[in-house]
């Protein structure tokens, strides 16, 4: 059996260790939850025949990085986009 000195002793310091975890985690930065999380904007749909939207890109001609705007070809030249999804990627 504990003496009255040792079991007043665990006490205190269960006491002690208890409160100084409700502390901790009273103190502890809580998430911002009022916050939105940011929303992507629906992808646009195009239908065939319907202008593109502009857009840039850069791209490297062999010696450089440079530039490029669907913009720059307005009223110049007409141009036709093709996408490859998996191109040179091996899948």
Do not use: E, H, W
């Not at 409700?22 to 992808?43: D, E, F, G, N, V």
């Not at 939207?53 to 490029?68: E, R, S, T, W």
């Amino acid at each position: 059996m504990l003496s009255p000195k040792v079991r007043f002793m665990r006490k205190a310091l269960l006491t002690t260790v208890v409160g100084c975890l409700l502390i901790a985690t009273a103190l502890r930065p809580l998430p911002l939850q009022a916050q939105q999380p940011k929303q992507t904007p629906a992808p646009m749909k195009l239908k065939v025949g319907d202008m593109a939207p502009d857009f840039k890109v850069q791209y490297f001609d062999g010696a450089k990085v440079q530039n490029l705007s669907l913009s720059d070809f307005k009223g110049k030249k007409n141009v036709a986009l093709a996408f490859f999804v998996l191109a040179f990627t091996g899948g």
